[in-house]
C-alpha cells in the first residue's frame, strides 16, 4: 500500500518568480550545497522549450535518520531525484517528480503545480503545491517505512521552501 504526500507552501513572490528559481541551475546547485549533505550534486540540467528537466542527488546521514530507517537502508540514504517543470500559461506552471532511494525498495512519484493567487487588493503571492506517493516494497514493515520516508519528504520540502524564500530575497 502507498502512502500519499501533500504539500501546500504560499510565496510572497509571483509564481514566474518562484518558477525561473525553481528551474535555474545555479539556485538547484546552491540548494542542493546547503540541504543536501555531503554526496548532493546536479547530475543533470537540461532547459527544454517549455521549461526544464533535472536530476539531483542527495544525501542524508546515517544519524540524521531513524532507528527503523537505518535497519531498511543499512548507511547514509542516497535520494535521486527526477524534476520536469513546464509553463502551462502565465502564472501557472506545472511539473512531475520522481525519486528513489539507493539500495532500497522504495520509489516516491508526484506531479507538482505552481500558480499565482489572485488577490486584487494584495500583492503578488503565489502557491506550490506537490502531490504523490511513497511505495516501499518491504513485508510487514512497508507502512510504516512509507510513513517515515513521507514524513522526511515533508520536511525537505518544507526546508526547500525556506532555502527558495532566501535564495528570492537575495536574487531576484
Not at 535497519?71 to 540514504?77: E, F, I
Not at 502531490?131 to 518491504?138: L, P, S, W
Request: charged letters at 25%; hydrophobic letters at 40%.
Amino acid at each position: 500500500m502507498a502512502r500519499r504526500i501533500e504539500h501546500r507552501s504560499t510565496s510572497e513572490r509571483p509564481a514566474v518568480e518562484v518558477y525561473r528559481a525553481l528551474i535555474d541551475s545555479e539556485y538547484l546547485t546552491a540548494r542542493l550545497e546547503e540541504l543536501g549533505g555531503s554526496t548532493a550534486t546536479l547530475l543533470q540540467h537540461v532547459p527544454t522549450d517549455a521549461g526544464a528537466r533535472f536530476q539531483t542527488r542527495q544525501g542524508v546521514p546515517v544519524d540524521k535518520l531513524p532507528s527503523l530507517a537505518r535497519t531498511v537502508v543499512g548507511g547514509d540514504l542516497l535520494i535521486d531525484r527526477s524534476e520536469s517543470w513546464r509553463r502551462e500559461e502565465e502564472g501557472h506552471y506545472t511539473g512531475e517528480i520522481a525519486a528513489e532511494i539507493a539500495g532500497a525498495p522504495c520509489s516516491i512519484t508526484g506531479s507538482m503545480w505552481l500558480r499565482d493567487l489572485v488577490d486584487p487588493t494584495g500583492p503578488a503571492v503565489s502557491e506550490l503545491v506537490v502531490e504523490g506517493t511513497v511505495k516501499v516494497n518491504v513485508p510487514f514493515v512497508g507502512s510504516k517505512a512509507e510513513d517515515l520516508v513521507a514524513e522526511q519528504v515533508q520536511k525537505m520540502l518544507v526546508e526547500e521552501d525556506h532555502f527558495t524564500a532566501a535564495w528570492l530575497a537575495k536574487h531576484a
